[in-house]
């Protein structure tokens, strides 16, 4: 009888386990938000002045950064590859500063776009940097594109 007992309540333990396991799992697909935008809230409908869209957002010019910086250590770059890895620095600064302060502009980001172009057509550059800087022109068109057809109202100014 005390065996029996035991199996039972260790078989109920593992069974209950089992069932709070998915749980958390499905957690991280966000909000079921009742159909609109296919069901799920894919980031698109996001709440005004939520801050991981900002952080999302934030994080394409954050890239663009990081991969100009490693493109400026190519040891082979004149002084007037230099130049043009300076100027599109300053201009990325200039626009992430007033993007952080809440602020899209779009004379800036075109000014950093033109300027990153400009890197990645006249400079001598690695083929992987040239190509990780191209990715980041494209993605910083793509979300000046979606932020001038409506994009989504999260706080920052259009």
Known sequence: MRHTFLRFTAAGLVISGLM????????????????????YNGGYNRPYGDPD?????????????VDLDRAANYPYSSRSDRKRFDE????LFDFESRFDQ??????????????LQRVVNQNSLDPRDRG???????????YRAFREHGGYSNGYRR
């Open 20 to 39: 709070l396991v998915p749980a958390p799992t499905f957690a991280q697909y966000g909000a079921y938000n009742g159909g609109y935008n296919g069901g």
């Open 88 to 91: 599109a620095r300053r201009d």
């Open 102 to 115: 809440g602020r899209y502009e779009r004379r800036e980001m075109d000014r950093a776009i033109d300027k």
């Open 53 to 65: 869209g900002a952080r999302r957002d934030r994080a394409v010019f954050d890239r663009a950064r």
């Open 132 to 142: 990780a800087l191209a990715d980041d022109v494209r993605r910083m068109r793509d």
